[in-house]
């Protein structure tokens, strides 16, 4: 993979501090990753090119195995991208409740200093939330504590269906049934697609009698 200038710079920026918590580069997937007993923990840099500057949005997220495991039998994601799919993901941007935020870079002293300021961010809170989120309970109550509003972490809400039933399910959340309604009437709300329908009430069949034994 050819990498741009710029990638090349950020990188070197960013790879010894990185690597230092236990994270591996990708290049070809624009991301660190690090692996984790539930599946893996990963940081997606992006940047976006208009001219003399770049803008480069930072996001974050987890992937836990058995979710997924469960969740891409149901959802319709092609095939090549279902080992890699987040079970959550937040920008720094939306995690800071600026939604729309991008670090903008001019030169390299600039990204020097952007830079520092990433690491400060995931010193700070990044990684925090990352071990958090790597245990069932966090995800539970990530996705479950608020049913009827929209997740900042997922970009799908649709995906926020599926995945936050089966981690209700996983979790043993005494609120299941209660979740099941509010999903289903949250799938109704966002689309009047019919796969989507059949799939989640087939998704609600598979967990009725799931057991991880």
């Known amino acids: 993979m050819i990498l741009t200038p710029f990638e090349t710079s950020l990188y070197r920026l960013l790879n010894d501090y990185f690597v230092g918590h236990g994270y591996t580069l990708l ?45 891409q039998q149901f959802l319709n994601n092609l095939a090549d991208f279902r080992p890699d799919a987040n079970t959550v993901i937040v920008s720094i941007g939306k995690f800071t409740d600026q939604p729309y935020f991008r670090y903008k870079v001019a030169n390299l002293d600039e990204l020097a200093l952007i830079c520092d300021e990433i690491k400060a961010f995931f010193d700070s809170d990044g990684f925090a939330f990352l071990e958090q989120t790597s245990t069932l309970s966090a995800l539970d109550q990530v996705f479950n504590q ?56 087939r998704l609600v069949t598979y967990l009725q009698h799931y057991s991880a034994n």
């Open 27 to 71: 290049t070809d997937k624009k991301q660190y990753r690090k692996t984790t007993a539930t599946g893996f923990q990963n940081v997606i840099l992006s940047p976006a090119y208009y001219g003399s500057e770049t803008w480069l949005e930072i996001n974050f997220g987890c992937r836990n195995e058995q979710i997924e495991q469960i969740a």
């Open 146 to 201: 608020f049913p009827h509003q929209p997740s900042r972490f997922v970009y799908n809400q649709i995906h926020r269906c599926y995945k936050g039933l089966i981690v209700a399910r996983l979790n043993h959340n005494p609120h299941f049934t209660g979740l099941t309604d509010s999903y289903r009437h949250g799938l109704l709300r966002q689309t009047q697609n019919p796969y989507e329908q059949l799939n989640f009430e």
